[in-house]
């Protein structure tokens, strides 16, 4: 076993609504959506049109820059509308599923008698290359590029979120196989971050061909990119893969089977969740489907795909997201509260701030709701008030602030090729001033993205 | 809000007004629409108002101590705290109604003209410009420095979060050297009954071990003339107990203020250049107040933890050292934390780029 990282810094929202580590509904969605928003720096061109019949690994949508790199279908179905937004801009592919499943055969494998050049095409063909995701800037990876090592975070620490080893413990073997591949693609070795308090009753502990890092702390320990700050930081040129424990799975089962497989259980969390508890689920299914768990059609209740902080609201007519493995369902905190801030305590709402009293009930547990509990304004507080919940050796302030001002020096010089927008994310939570720090930050890897290319 | 109030309303002109009042009395209905999607329940005004109540103590006892000041010349020594507390209180009034009035009117309007939510800070620094000015400053100075500080300090900056000084501070600067007869030397500290009919110094302002004699209690408590919220350093210490427990003051700057003021105090006592004891300089003056509720303010002072320290050490050693040095002038709190202020990103960027070379060095190329 590996040395403990501890990281002092960081923060557990205390959340009402985590799921019982049950499995209570198997979801046989009425359409399946494939939506291109979730790959950052992908430009989608469209493979297929409407009426088309597709496979489970069909490709429905290839990168314009990259034609090799595709999105493949998760359902075998028939191609029933193509979402478009604002200037044409492509939302999503929708499919209705067949009722019985039909997959694409790409043929079983041993991953260790492959090379990585026949391991890379079979990764792009099958549409699970998108998993793969290259830091700085956290883009979908160029097969082009040679990492200098992969890391998996083998658990998420966010606010309710999904218990890996509950939802991927019994698939120990496909993730296996999966790490296996990964191996292949990288000199650096794969290195999976574990949980000190389970690490040695986590199933993932077994994993062979990897090298393992446990942290202790909270949330974000979970978050890949404060994994690497601690075990390798990101300096200017590097390039780094990340993966999410479900695409390891999803790819050691392609290469035990010969199928795309992408279900998944979900873990259906929050406070206005009934009966918080896990579904059997593929990416892309729609909100509409899960209805049984928010009821009254989604009035004054906020659906959102993946965790409290940094996933999207998708709304009743929304979608489950590619790498989303959780739905929070919050109230919308839409109602006034009168003389809110001046009121001496304020018992149920929660401030990791010495100005109210929470603080002093650690054990205590919160019906979050989505109100923004203040007006936006300048950065007031000093950069310590938000290092304090970034286990991060970097300065979140002044990064936060090198974005703003668009200056590319300063935010190289303070880390930008460390950190996404989600690591960032509980600054956001606690910033008195009401500042979208993760939107600041998203803008400026987009700068960034821009002028370095 | 109000429909009037609203854009394509009669009165849209004023909606940053209608707004403030608004979100005054209710914490407003709005949710987060991008980012995290929940928050948590700390919002600027509240940082503000518990700063203001570790203020209040301070404001109290100085209430009173204009009064007892103010009868001590006419021989009347008695505490008489509900009279003294009334006199003194029928004197600062005027002062804060000035100062809020002409504060708040012009940061509604640049609130109003920049289309944003008024800004909560005005209300702490409308609260600490009259506690740290002589009681008897005529109204309309204060109400021109005031101006002055929240126009030129603040707004041409961008506002509350953008400026580089305390614009208490920058307000009482003003007053220092435009009017300097006002603002310092022996007359000013004290309410009188009328023109010439008794004369007070301020301690600093006399030289020599003799003024002196009062003692470390005396000032420690505080019925001493000055500023009206300066002189009880008891008073600002329950201030300070309530700051660094909230957490909205940095206890390091404070800290390190002590430790620069006490180190200089220490040279000038070894050396002989002063006959003041060094741990008087604490208790004397604008120190205290300073290292409490200027020297902390989160926009004006350093950013990282690291800088804190030298930041503060600055301020405590740079006040002390004109104290010590400076015949001219007698209290140097206030040019000590504008300098630091000055000095304060300039610091950071030596503290940032020290640490950031530090962490290059460590990682293999």
Known sequence: MSNVIVLKNGLDIPMKGNAEPVTTKTVSPAVVAIQPTDFKGLSPRLMVKEGDAVLAGSPVIADKKNPDIILCSPVSGKVKEILRGDKRRLLAVLITPDDEQKYVDFKPANPEKLTADEIIPRLLQSGLWPWLVQRPYGIVADPAAKPRAIFVSAFDSAPLAADRDFTLGQELNAVQTGIKVLAKLTDGGVHVGLWEPTASSTPFHKLEDCVFHTFRGRHPAGNVGVQISHVAPIRKGDIVWTISLLGVAAIGRLFQTGKVNLRRKVAITGPMAINPSYVDAVPGMPMKSIAGYYGDAGCGVRIVSGNVLSGKAAGPEGFLGFFDDQVTILREGDEKELFGWLRPIRYKQFSTDHCYFSWLTPWRKYDLSTNLHGGPRAFIMNDSYYSKVLPMDIYPLFLTKACLAGDIDRMEKFGIYEVLPEDLALCEFVDPSKNNVQDIIAKGIDLMLKEMA | ?365
């Not at chain 2, 040019?335 to 300039?346: K, S």
């Open chain 2, 1 to 365: 809000m109000l429909k009037i109030f609203e854009k394509g309303g009669k009165l849209y002109w004023l909606h940053s007004t209608a707004d403030a009042f608004e979100t005054f009395l209710n914490v407003p209905p709005t949710v987060t629409r991008s980012g995290a999607h929940v928050r948590d329940a700390i919002d600027l005004k509240r940082i503000i108002i518990i700063a203001l109540i570790a203020a209040i103590p301070a404001a109290l006892f100085g209430m009173w101590n204009v009064g007892y000041q103010h009868n001590l010349t006419l021989g009347d020594g008695r505490l008489q705290i509900p009279a003294n507390f009334w006199y003194g209180f029928l004197k600062v009034l005027p002062i804060y109604i000035v100062t809020y009035v002409v504060g708040l009117a012009i940061e509604f309007g640049t609130a109003q003209i920049r289309g944003e939510e008024v800004n909560e800070g005005f209300l702490m620094t409308g609260f600490l410009i009259p506690l740290i000015i002589p009681v008897t400053t005529p109204l309309w100075m204060v109400g021109l420095a005031t101006a002055f500080s929240v126009i030129f300090c603040k707004e041409v900056f961008g506002g509350t979060g953008m400026n580089i000084w305390n614009p208490a501070l920058v307000a009482r600067a003003f007053l220092f050297f435009s009017y300097p007869n006002q603002m310092s030397g022996a007359n000013c500290w004290i309410a009188r009954p009328g023109p010439d009919a008794v004369t007070g110094a301020t301690p600093l302002a006399l030289d020599g071990p003799a003024q002196y004699g009062t003692g470390f209690l005396d000032y420690f408590i505080g019925a001493v003339p000055g500023s009206v919220g300066e002189t009880s350093t008891l008073c600002i210490l329950l201030g300070a107990f309530l700051l660094i427990w909230t957490g909205v003051a940095s206890w390091k700057i404070m800290a390190a203020s002590i430790a620069g003021a006490l180190a200089v105090g220490l040279v000038g006592d070894l050396t002989g250049v002063s006959a003041i004891p060094c741990y008087m300089h604490l208790v004397l003056g604008g120190f205290a107040f300073g290292t409490v509720f200027m020297a902390t303010d989160p926009v004006t002072s350093c950013q990282t933890e690291c800088g804190k320290w030298i930041y503060g050490f600055i301020i405590g050693a740079l006040c002390v050292t004109v104290r010590l040095f400076n015949p001219g002038y007698a209290e140097g709190m206030m040019l000590a934390i504008l300098l630091a202020n000055t000095f304060a990103p300039l610091i950071d960027e030596c503290v940032t780029s020290r640490h950031i070379s530090k962490k290059n060095r460590q990682i293999p190329a």
